[in-house]
């Protein structure tokens, strides 16, 4: 287990072992006095009588309707009930993990008015590993993530539906079964549960996980699908990329050369004049693509550490502004779904060109062709992905639609862009693993080149799998090739820039 505390500042990796659930997490003393004086601050405020939105008023276009002292307990729960309307399918225990500690370390800042009593509460739920059932619809991006965060937050107080393994359970028995007592909110916390980006930021840390190890795959892949092809090293020698001055394409071509090395034909000008674009320019698409992470990486790693919830409570005031509204992480999303789906789209070309019957390769990688049609069908099957991506890939931050009678006029969207990324990242994922599977064939096939560590991941592949070496159901192959290669570890080699 790694010891995290909530005042250090966290990397991806950190944030990688609380996805996990491999991590335990100090609520230091450092962070509980900040937030205990934030409290006091917000309380010497509302004892003052003035009127402060969320705290008694109401929410979003009713700010301007008082809620008595009486009734301002109420005023917390019925927040939490009426915004959890959330629809569409739930969002995986990782993504949940994320959201638990990402909100009690936006609140841990110190900021919010909340009792430190509220991140003990969300620390226990992580710790004991009982997730509040999320679904992944609902949010704006924009007043925070209003419906996705209800349904996180539900379950501190008992209430709505969490996950303990498998099994999906009542909040409250859920929290009797671990030795959790629900806690009664207070004025203004409701408000800073729900109002905040954490479901935004939960998803693109996933996702920015999963693209380090895409990244890693795509080079790897990419460099195996080459060698069957009989490709060119040319295209990756270390001054192609000197004289031009894009850190990840050097990256890149400096990987595949390395996957490459041994592969004596591979290292010398081959017959062939040129290879195709989706060989020759794998540095400069793949290291796009890297860049383009590494970028919104840093993006991600400042929102972990920052308040999102409103309205801000500062020592000598409390202020109503904006900083719920999502559009850093919208556009950063927006652009990792280019990204991801840009691997994605290359490789499906480079299973084209491994279908066409070209350098010593049969038509469709058909050991047999006509009475056989090999991978002719896997190609499609790659091709609808491809267009699916595009089609998701479309930004979601240039939307925006008018909510709560006009007082929340532009919106982020980026809860969407999010959700788009989540399944850009899976169709790439299964684009890879169909072009690994025709490489594999492919070098089954002809007299093509090898390196040492494509023969190894070959040998374990063929291990493993064992696919059909003539036509077979292919869907079988298909998906027994994406989880052999999201099984391996390759821990040790995730860093773009390592």
Request: net charge negative; aromatic share 6%; proline share 4%.
């Amino acid at each position: 287990m790694k010891q995290l505390t909530l005042s250090q500042a966290w990397q991806l990796e950190d944030w990688a072992t609380i996805a996990s659930g491999i991590a335990t997490i100090d609520f230091d003393k450092e962070s509980r006095h900040r937030v205990q004086q934030s409290h006091s601050n917000m309380l010497k405020v509302l004892n003052q009588g003035q009127a402060v939105y969320g705290i008694n008023t109401g929410f979003g276009s009713l700010c301007t309707t008082a809620i008595p002292h009486e009734e301002l307990q109420d005023l917390q729960v019925n927040l939490l009930r009426s915004h959890a309307a959330g629809t569409g399918p739930n969002s995986n225990d990782a993504i949940v993990r994320l959201m638990l500690v990402a909100k009690a370390k936006s609140l841990a800042q110190g900021f919010s008015g909340i009792r430190p009593v509220l991140i003990d509460q969300l620390l226990a739920l992580y710790h004991a590993d009982v997730l509040p059932v999320v679904p992944q619809i609902g949010s704006l991006g924009a007043s925070g993530d209003l419906a996705p965060l209800s349904h996180l937050c539900l379950p501190l107080i008992g209430e709505s539906k969490v996950n303990v393994g498998t099994e999906i359970m009542d909040a409250s028995k859920a929290l009797s079964q671990v030795g959790i007592s629900p806690i009664v909110l207070e004025a203004k916390e409701g408000l800073a549960l729900i109002n905040g980006t954490q479901f935004m930021l939960a998803n693109g840390l996933y996702v920015a996980m999963e693209a380090q190890r895409v990244s890693y795959w795509a080079d790897l892949i990419g460099s195996a699908s080459a060698l069957a092809y009989e490709g060119s090293s040319a295209p990756f020698q270390p001054g192609i990329h000197q004289v031009r001055k894009q850190a990840g394409q050097a990256f890149v071509a400096n990987r595949v050369l390395e996957f490459t090395l041994g592969a004596a034909d591979f290292q010398v000008a081959t017959k062939h004049v040129q290879d195709p674009y989706s060989f020759r320019c794998m540095p400069q698409v793949h290291g796009a693509s890297n860049d383009a992470w590494l970028h919104i990486e840093k993006i991600l790693l400042d929102e972990g550490e920052s308040v999102t919830d409103n309205p801000t409570v500062f020592e000598d005031a409390i202020l109503s502004a904006g900083n719920f509204h999502g559009q850093p992480l919208a556009m950063a999303m927006d652009y990792g779904k280019l990204a991801l789906a840009e691997w994605g789209s290359i490789s499906e070309r480079r299973i084209n060109q491994l279908m066409l019957g070209k350098r010593g390769l049969p038509p469709f990688l058909a050991a047999n062709a006509g009475t056989e049609s090999g991978y002719m069908i896997l190609q499609y099957s790659a091709a609808a992905l491809v267009s699916r991506s595009k089609q998701r890939s479309v930004p979601a931050s240039t939307d925006s639609i008018d909510s709560s009678a006009g007082q929340e006029d532009h919106v982020s969207m980026g809860a969407n862009a999010s959700t788009d990324a989540l399944e850009i990242l899976n169709n790439t994922w299964t684009i890879l693993s169909m072009e690994f599977l025709a490489a594999m064939r492919a070098h089954g096939l002809n007299s093509g080149l090898m390196s040492p560590i494509i023969k190894d991941l070959r040998d374990a592949f063929m291990d493993a799998v064992q696919p059909a070496s003539g036509d077979g159901i292919l869907a079988v192959d298909m998906e027994a090739t994406k989880q052999f290669i999201q099984s391996i570890d390759i821990e040790d080699r995730l860093a773009f820039n390592a």
